[in-house]
């Protein structure tokens, strides 16, 4: 079966400090998988896409995110997090169709 | 902003009626997909129009419904609405069938069921 495990459903970190977002996936083939960003009344925006080119992958606003194939992992990292970066952050496997994860709240503090 | 807009932004609706969202994809994007994200879920696959055709679908049942019409807008209609059928409803657009081309997703239609 073909799904996405988040395993934080809330993240609290101080602004200038690093954000890690743990994500696991499972999969029969080789995966192609996302991260997306959900601001409240916002529409999802694509964060940044692994399409079996180089396992790190830089996206937009200062996030990267590693595909390690040996531990089933692609968790999201940022060096230091900013106000405006709390918001609800959805990992993504793409198979046929968008299979998401549950979320993971990301609360930053001042 | 991605250039996918939905209408409307809420609605209420009372079980057993029915409801149609719907969704304008982004210029020159022919591909359509609905997601349903129930409060504290991630979004849930509901199905795919590529070129007017049902191109997958995820697990829902047949009072879930689409249309695609020839300039690549979108419709959903539910029938006979349940109460579970209060979610965020999500369109997204691409350009072909994406299996490897990114989603551009709308800010989605609130829907209310009482």
């Known amino acids: 079966a073909q799904s996405v495990t988040q395993l934080d459903s809330h993240v609290s970190v101080s602004e200038g400090t690093p954000v890690l977002l743990r994500c696991n996936y499972s999969s029969s083939y080789s995966p192609s998988l996302f991260w997306y960003v959900q601001h409240p009344n916002k529409g999802l925006q694509l964060l940044l896409k692994?399409?079996?080119?180089?396992?790190l992958v830089k996206g937009i606003n200062g996030f990267e995110a590693e595909f390690k194939k040996s531990e089933t992992s692609f968790h999201l990292t940022k060096p230091s997090a900013h106000m405006s970066d709390a918001a609800e952050y959805f990992c993504?496997?793409?198979?046929?169709?968008?299979?998401f994860g549950t979320g993971t709240r990301l609360q930053v503090f001042p | 902003e991605t250039g996918v807009t939905q209408s409307p932004t809420h609605l209420i609706k009372t079980r057993g009626q029915q409801v149609t969202l719907r969704c304008s994809s982004q210029s020159g994007h022919n591909t359509v997909s609905w997601y349903q994200q129930a409060l504290g879920q991630g979004p849930q696959f509901i199905f795919q129009?590529?070129?007017?055709?049902?191109?997958g679908r995820g697990n829902f049942p047949p009072r879930f419904s689409g249309l695609q019409f020839p300039n690549y807008s979108s419709e959903l209609n539910v029938n006979a609405l349940e109460l579970d059928d209060s979610a965020l409803y999500l369109c997204?657009?691409?350009?072909?069938?994406?299996?490897?081309?990114?989603?551009?997703f709308g800010p989605g239609t609130r829907l209310l069921v009482l």
């Open positions: 993504v496997l793409n198979t046929d169709k968008l299979i």
């Open positions: 692994y399409t079996s080119a180089a396992t």
């Open positions: 129009y590529y070129r007017e055709e049902e191109n």
């Open positions: 997204a657009s691409s350009l072909g069938t994406p299996t490897f081309e990114t989603q551009y």
